[in-house]
C-alpha cells in the first residue's frame, strides 16, 4: 500500500513538472505550447471571458525590442476571443484576473504562419524568437457590459439620424439663408463671385476652407488664423490652400458638388447633410455619425 501511495506521488510530481517547466528560463508552458509568467496573481478578483475587452498596459516586444507600449496610458486594448493558434495569446488572456501582472510569450514561427507577411522586421524565420506582451489588467469590460454599449450607441445614433432635418432647417433659418438646397440637400451659398476659370474635372484647384460642425464647432481648416480662433491650432502644420486635380483626389460629394462649375476668386458657404458628407461613418472624434457639416470656402485658383 505504501508503494502505491509512494508511486502515485511520482507520477503526480512528474504531470506537474511537464505542465510547469519549459525551455524559456523563469516561463511555464501550456499543453498548447504558451509561455506564461505572472508577476502578480489574484485569482479571487473577476476573471476574464471570452468576448470580454481588457482595459490594460501592454508591452509588446519581439525578443528584447519594444514593438508597442501604452504603459502609464491603459485603455481598452484586447478582446478576448477563439484561439487562433495553438499557444497564441487568447489562451493566457483568459488565465487573467483584475489586478493581475503577467507575461506571456508566443512562438514568432506559429504566429508567422497564421500573419503572414505581418510580422515585425525583427523577426527571422526559424530564429527561435519569441513574441512577448507583458501584461497589468487594470479592468474588464464584460460582453454584456459590450452589448448593452452597442446597443445605447446605436439608439443614440437613430435619434441622431432622426433629428438632421431639423438641425439642418434650423441653422439655415437662423443663419437667413435664403438659397434652395439642389437635389442631394447641399446648400451652395455663394458670398462673393469670382470671374476666374471655373471647377471643372481635370483642373488643378486650390482652394482654403475652414469646416465646422453646425453648432459651430471647427474640426479643419486651412486658414491658421481661423485654426487658432477655433482652438484646433496645430504647431508645425502648414496652414495653406489644399490643392488637388478634380476628379483624382476624392473628397466628400457634398463638397464636390458644391464647388463644381465655380469660378476662381469666388467665396462660398457648403451646408452639406451627412449623406454627402461622412454619412453614418462619421470621422474622427469630432464629426459623429449623422453629422451635417458646414464649409467655407475661397476659390483661390483653377488651372
Not at 110 to 118: C, E, L, P
Not at 131 to 153: P, S
Not at 205 to 214: C, E, H, K
Request: charged letters at 25%; glycine letters at 10%; a negative charge.
Amino acid at each position: 500500500m505504501k508503494k502505491q501511495i509512494k508511486m502515485a506521488i511520482i507520477m503526480a510530481f512528474a504531470a506537474l513538472t511537464v505542465v510547469s517547466c519549459s525551455d524559456l528560463p523563469g516561463y511555464k508552458k501550456t499543453d498548447k505550447g504558451l509561455y506564461y509568467k505572472f508577476v502578480k496573481q489574484d485569482k479571487k478578483a473577476q476573471q476574464a471571458q471570452k468576448g470580454d475587452v481588457l482595459v490594460a498596459e501592454i508591452t509588446m516586444r519581439i525578443n528584447e525590442d519594444t514593438l508597442f507600449s501604452n504603459v502609464g496610458q491603459p485603455g481598452r486594448m484586447l478582446q478576448v476571443g477563439e484561439n487562433m493558434f495553438d499557444g497564441d495569446l487568447h489562451e493566457g488572456l483568459l488565465m487573467m484576473h483584475v489586478g493581475d501582472v503577467a507575461s506571456f510569450a508566443i512562438d514568432a514561427d506559429k504566429m508567422a504562419k497564421f500573419y503572414q507577411g505581418h510580422m515585425p522586421p525583427q523577426y527571422k524565420e526559424n530564429n527561435g524568437d519569441k513574441i512577448y506582451y507583458d501584461i497589468t489588467l487594470v479592468d474588464i469590460v464584460t460582453k454584456e457590459e459590450i452589448a448593452e454599449e452597442q446597443n445605447n450607441f446605436q439608439m443614440a445614433m437613430e435619434e441622431r439620424r432622426t433629428q438632421e432635418p431639423e438641425i439642418i432647417a434650423n441653422f439655415i433659418k437662423e443663419n437667413n439663408i435664403t438659397a434652395k438646397p439642389n437635389a442631394n440637400g447641399v446648400y451652395v451659398i455663394v458670398k462673393k463671385q469670382g470671374n476666374g476659370p471655373k471647377v471643372a474635372v481635370g483642373k488643378e484647384v486650390s482652394m482654403n476652407y475652414t469646416g465646422r460642425l453646425l453648432d459651430g464647432t471647427m474640426f479643419d481648416t486651412s486658414v491658421e488664423k481661423d485654426a487658432q480662433e477655433g482652438g484646433i491650432y496645430q504647431q508645425g502644420r502648414p496652414y495653406e490652400p489644399l490643392s488637388y486635380v478634380v476628379g483624382k483626389m476624392r473628397l466628400i460629394s457634398g463638397w464636390e458638388e458644391g464647388v463644381m462649375g465655380q469660378p476662381a476668386g469666388t467665396q462660398l458657404r457648403l451646408v452639406i447633410p451627412s449623406a454627402q458628407g461622412y454619412g453614418a461613418q462619421g470621422a474622427g472624434q469630432t464629426i459623429m455619425p449623422y453629422s451635417p457639416l458646414c464649409f467655407d470656402i475661397e476659390i483661390v485658383s483653377v488651372k
